[in-house]
């Protein structure tokens, strides 16, 4: 059973900037794409960023494109989501998922999901 933990979340400016993990445990996450998932109080669950288990391709949603980057370090079972000159729309608790198919991440059908970090940008 894999196991997904987020961290490193927390109150930033606007402008600022975070990176969030996403440690995984109970399996080598090299065999699963993962994506990180954002859903703000009254919204709905946005996609924000994929990454396949191999780390050779990532995608972005529109709204995050050229601030966010994805990666991943498979020898520590982690994944990273770099956030920069965040925004206060980007406020929202941010989750990571995993599935071995990353069609299956990116439809949002994950079965292994971690528990979010709260991400807030002040204005």
């Known amino acids: 059973q894999l196991h997904l933990v987020e961290s490193g979340g927390g109150l930033v400016e606007s402008g600022g900037s975070l990176r969030l993990s996403c440690a995984a445990s109970?399996?080598?996450?090299?065999?699963?794409?993962i994506g990180w998932f954002r859903q703000a109080p009254g919204k709905e669950r946005e996609g924000v960023s994929y990454?396949?288990?191999?780390?050779?391709?990532?995608h972005y949603a529109d709204s995050v494109k050229g601030r966010f980057t994805i990666s991943r370090d498979n020898t520590k079972n982690t994944v990273y989501l770099r956030m920069n000159s965040l925004k206060p729309e980007d406020t929202a608790v941010y989750y990571c998922?995993?599935?071995?198919?990353?069609?299956?991440?990116?439809?949002?059908?994950?079965?292994?999901w971690g528990q979010g970090t709260q991400v807030t940008v002040s204005s």
């Open positions: 109970g399996f080598p996450l090299s065999y699963y794409a």
């Open positions: 990454i396949t288990g191999n780390g050779e391709t990532t």
């Open positions: 998922a995993a599935d071995r198919q990353l069609s299956t991440v990116i439809g949002g059908l994950s079965d292994f």
